[in-house]
Every structure is written in C-alpha cells, then in structure tokens.
C-alpha cells in the first residue's frame, strides 16, 4: 500500500473511532474490561469494515460511521435531557416512526440541526464517494456476502441453543439491567446489546409464566359499566407551584370529593414511554417481573396472550373495547391490545382525529366514550386513551384557547414558559373531559365505574427546575364512591391501579394482580395495604 493509501487508511479509521467514542463520551463510559469493550466496538466496527470492503475508500467509511455515532450521541443526549433515560434496546421498534410520525420526536432534538445534519452528510458523503480515489479495489459482492453472513449468524444466535450460550456469555459481562449503570460500564452500544440478547433469550419463559387463561364461557353477573381513561401527560399541575390557581381543574377536584379513592399514582416512566404505564395499569404486573422487557413491553412481549385486568373482565362477561383516537400501530398497539384482551381496538380510522397536532381533542373523545357505552352498556369495559395534549408543546404552535392562562406568569421569564402555557390550556380541556364523563355518567343513572390517571409527567425540565419542582408522580381517581363515605387518599403503583378497580368491581379480593408470579422480586408499593373491602362503589343520582 502506498504512503497515500496508509495516509486514507489512518484518517478513515481515525474518523471511525470518533464515531464510537461521541456515544461513549455522553454516557460517561469507562475504560473496563477487554471484552465489554470489544463488544461495544463491534457494531460499529462492523460496519467500518463491510464500507471498507465495498467502497475501498476509507475516508467515506470513516465519515458514514462518525455521522452514525454523532447522530446516535445526539438522540442519547436528548433522551437523557428530556426522558431521564438513555437510549435502551427497545427504541429499535420505535425507529420507523421517527420517520412517519417524526413530529413526536424531532422538536426534541432540533429539527435544524436533524434535517441539516443529515443534509450535510449525505452531501459530504456522495461528494467523498465520487471524488475519493479508492485506496484498493472496490468488492462490493464480497460485502454483501459478509452482510449475509452476518445476518444468517445472527440468526442462528437469535434460536436455542446458541441464544441461550449468548446471553450465558454476556451475563458474565455483569449487566445490571440499569440502563444508565450499565451504558457507564459496559459502553452504549454493548449495554444496547447484551440487554437485547439477554430478553430475548429470557422472553419465552416469560411469556409462559405470564400466559393468559382460556375462555371458554363467560361466567359472572356483574352488569357495571367500568370506563378507565389513560390521560396523555395528566397530573395535578398546582404542585408546581403555588402560584398556579387553585380553581385550574374543577372537574378533577369535583371528581376527588365524591371519589372511592384518589392519590399520586407512581409511573415507570417520565416524560414519555406511555406503554409502560398501560401496560403496568392493564395487567397488574410489576416491572420486576418483566425483565429488560420492562423499557417496552409492547415491543415483544405483548404479542400473545398475556394474563390481565381485560382477561379477568372477559371471564366475568364483560365485552372489552379500547379507543384510541391515533395510528393504532402506533407502539403497534394493534398487536399489543388484543394479546391484553381486547375485543375491540379502535383508532383514528374508526373515531376520527388527526396524524399531527392539534390532535383529537378530549371533550369530543368524551362524547365517543359515552356514545360507545350507551351502544354496549351495560356489561362493557371501555379503555381510552387520549392523545389531545401530548407534547411537544412549541412555541410556534398555536395560543393557549384559555385567555386566562396567559395572565398567570410571563412565560419569557420561564425556561420553557411558552410550552408550560399550552400543556396547562390542553390540562384544562383534559379537566373539561373528565367533568363531561361524570356528567354523562350521572344523566344516564346507571351503576357505573370511572377510573381517570396520567400516563407519566409531561417533559418540562427547564420548567420544573425553574419552579424546583421534582416530584416525579401522576394523579388517579376512581368515581364514584359511596354515599356517607369520605374519599380515600391512598397513593398506588401504576401495576396496583387496575388490579385495585377490578377487584372491587368483580368483588375479589384487593392483590397486586391476577399475572402469575415469577421469581423475581415485587415492586416496592406506595400504598400501605388496601383494606378488604378496598373500595364500594355507587352510582349517581339512585
């Protein structure tokens, strides 16, 4: 090779190995042993070599991998920033949505400096391709076998038994399975991997430990319609700070005085990760139970039947419907809710709304949920979930509808004041759902349960430090409760909401959950034990 070609050579490794160390330098990786380090590097010295072997230009290859490490550094940095968590394993099933729905991701990284970067790459990279003389001929068949290859090992590890020998192998690695400890110690790309491996090798015997009973005749006669609304991003915002009004969610104070029980409801995640809070809500099952899988459970776990609140509702003879006013594949729900139990997923085809903001707004989806109870009532389990005030909330969206909220701070002296503003207007018409379904509830004079709970807290760092807000807890309530009888305050676990309402409404005993119980520990729970009966319910204006 001539001193040219070495020269390329050198700087298009050069440029490789930057690429691998942006991520390692935003996860604040250390320098640990030989072989978590090999593992770390192989992806993206992987990829270094097929361009090598297909192009023969190193400097190009050098580039394609640094662009690829910076942009994976940018998304780990913004999901640090605004989500609390690194990028984990499970983010590979949300990636195609990047680009269909890429208003619900890019706002956070910067759409300029996205769209320009990969501009600028792809630029830079076509021009390095056409104007780059090859330092050694250019085998591009030879990469695509190597890429077969490679795909065909994977494969083969992907199946019993060299998946179990693999995740044998990178258990010695000692992953904790925190994703922040183990991106420090093993680098992100091998945490990414050894998390991956190890669930998939570990997600059998979940799945038959978590399976969901065989129906064969519908048994109880129970005839309580039970409503339960996930909220996008609902929490009491007055814990904010004191400053914010006392009379922002009328609906949800009235709601609490005549409710069966209210408190904080601890959430798996912050920010986003709506999944993980439906998923604990609908099974009862706690995050310790479900192994890696836990970052998304939809993601693979949730494709067969997995034991439920909605099988248990199922078994008494309730017909299960969930609404959902967006992409149904989104998460890809139109899996996830039929192997939970559903009978029924409709989404923005069926009840309306819009692919991008402003989405379906909620007093409207209130009025779909009464009309879908009025037309199954009154043995029906209605699960909604909303989508009007999730987030981003940009500056350069529309003015909050609520003219009174702009009176409430400046929001230029707020670190994202602007943003504050509009997730409290959609607060207020979230509020505005919730008095229209009580509402509803009480003209039609039928026994009927309503549970309302956030997701998680919207993502609002700047606010929340301005304000040194750090509580990390959404809200619930359960409506009605029993005349004479002061509402209880009782602070629950996501996991310990669903298994809470059912139990009560199906007369069962107060558990953590109907999902069989695997060897690992129980999440710690907030609530220092349910008494039995845990909750009576009933109905308005009887």
Known sequence: MSAFGLLHLLGGLAFAIAGWLMPRRVAHSRWSTVPALLVDMAPLMSGTGLLLLATGRPIFAGVVILALGAGFALADRTMRETLREPVVFSEMSELPQVFTHPHLYLPFAGPGLVIGGVAGTVALGLALLLLEPPVWAPRPDLALLAIALLGAAGWLVARAPLLGAAAAWLRRLRPSGEPFADAQRLG???????????????????????CAPAIARPTGERDVPLILVQCESFFDARRIS??????????FDACRAGAAMHGRLEVPGWGANTMR??????????????????????????????????????????????????????????LAMPALGFDEFLGRDALGGSRKPPYYPDPDFARDILRILDAHGPRVFIFAITMAN????????????????????????????????????GLRRSDEMLQI?????????????????????????????????????ADYVVWPGEAGIPPRHCDLPANRLGAVIVDALLGAETTAGSAPKTEAASAPALDPGLPRPALAFQARGQ
């Open 242 to 251: 004191p400053s914010l009004p006392k009379d922002l969610l009328p609906g």
């Open 277 to 334: 809070t439906e998923f604990a809500v609908l099974t009862g099952i706690p995050e310790a139970e479900l192994g890696y899988d836990r970052f998304n459970p939809y993601y693979a776990l949730a494709r067969t039947p997995i034991a439920s609140q909605v099988w248990r509702l199922r078994q008494a003879g309730y017909r299960t419907i969930c609404l959902h006013p967006f992409d149904r594949r989104f998460f890809r729900r139109d």
């Open 390 to 425: 999730h987030g981003p909330w940009l500056d350069a969206g529309p003015p909050p509808i609520d003219p009174s909220l702009a009176r409430l701070f400046d929001p230029a002296a707020v670190p994202q004041g602007g943003a504050l503003l509009r997730y409290l207007d």
């Open 188 to 210: 992100p790309f091998g945490m990414l991997l050894a998390h991956a491996v190890i669930a998939r090798a570990e997600r059998a015997r979940r799945r038959t430990a978590l």
């Open 437 to 473: 379904l009580m509402a509803g509830i009480e003209q039609r004079r039928v026994p009927s349960v309503l549970g309302f709970y956030g997701d998680h807290l919207p993502s609002l760092p700047l606010a929340y430090a301005h304000f040194g807000f750090e509580e990390p807890h």
